[in-house]
């Protein structure tokens, strides 16, 4: 399979809960390219249950869109100077200044979560970014995110 964007993440930025290699009690979320969108697939273990067990705690949702968009950001960044993550040149990072999550119906537990994100709009510093989590082909939770160019 393809390398992840989160796979050239620098060793010090790779710690996070949700997608850093380097966590190792983390989630490693992997995030995709999808044509001109993007993707990520994630199946939560059985302790990330939330009121009921057999439905997903809406923190870890929330974990998981602001993952993979930020990093989406990234790569939507990168493509607009048409290069690839990991190409060579000054990597282009960033992270989430505002997320906005609506949980439109419960998320079950056992099924593998997609995650897609799309390109709304960017300007020079930020990129705002839709994102959506589904189950069972239904999307169970959208999102908007607007990502700030992280400043090395
Ligand atoms: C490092 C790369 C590796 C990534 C690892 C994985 C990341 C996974 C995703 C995450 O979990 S990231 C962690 C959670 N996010 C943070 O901890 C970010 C904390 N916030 C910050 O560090 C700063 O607030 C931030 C860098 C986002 C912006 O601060 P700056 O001082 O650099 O910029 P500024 O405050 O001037 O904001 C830049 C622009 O964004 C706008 N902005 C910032 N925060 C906003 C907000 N919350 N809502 C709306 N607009 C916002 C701001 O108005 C401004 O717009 P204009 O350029 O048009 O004036």
């Given at each position: 399979m393809d390398a992840a964007?989160?796979?050239?993440?620098a060793e010090k930025f790779?710690?996070?809960?949700?997608?850093?290699?380097?966590?190792?009690?983390?989630?490693h979320l992997k995030s995709r390219w999808d044509g001109d969108d993007t993707i990520a697939r994630f199946l939560p273990k059985?302790?990330?249950?939330?009121?009921?067990?057999?439905h997903v705690y809406g923190g870890l949702i929330a974990s998981l869109l602001d993952c993979h968009g930020a990093a989406s950001a990234a790569a939507f960044a990168h493509r607009a100077q048409n290069r690839e993550m990991g190409s060579e040149g000054e990597p282009i990072r960033y992270v989430t200044a505002s997320l906005k999550v609506d949980f439109r119906r419960p998320t079950p537990m056992g099924i593998e979560l997609v995650i897609k994100g799309k390109l709304r709009s960017m300007d020079e510093r930020k990129v705002w970014v839709d994102l959506t989590l589904s189950a069972n082909g239904e999307v169970c939770a959208s999102g908007e995110m607007l990502a700030v160019r992280y400043r090395q």
């Open positions: 964007f989160q796979d050239f993440y790779s710690h996070c809960h949700g997608c850093g290699k380097n966590n190792p009690a983390g989630h059985p302790e990330y249950s939330g009121g009921v067990p057999d």
